[in-house]
């Protein structure tokens, strides 16, 4: 998705009214949490606020347990799925005494 003027404009409105909604649903925005994620290479980097304060850009995010880089690879996210497999299969190992094959599916 292309970034267009308007587009740019529109963010910081709507962060504000973000900011807004959760006060007035009784809930502490934290600001000092909030950064910005540039995807794409010919992204032009703008500098976003909310409220006063100057976001902070930021190289990747987690969110809902999957990595997002600004470059959109997905190696980072494979590297660390697969090290976590190899320790949930580690641990399988260690506490399995018997490895038959009708034993192992069900896990």
Do not use: Y
């Not at 998705?1 to 007035?24: F, G, H, V, Y």
Request: hydrophobic share 35%.
């Amino acid at each position: 998705m292309a970034s267009t003027p308007e587009s740019c404009a529109a963010l910081p409105e709507d962060l504000n009214r973000l900011k807004i909604l959760a006060e007035r649903s009784g809930l502490k925005f934290n600001e000092g949490k909030c950064k910005v994620l540039h995807l794409g290479r010919n992204n032009p980097r703008h500098q976003h606020r909310l409220g006063a304060n100057l976001l902070e850009s930021s190289s990747a995010g987690k969110d809902l347990g999957v990595l997002v880089e600004n470059k959109l690879s997905t190696s980072q996210q494979c590297a660390l799925v697969a090290k976590n497999s190899s320790g949930l299969l580690g641990c399988l190992r260690r506490s399995i005494a018997s490895r038959s094959r009708e034993e192992i599916l069900p896990l």
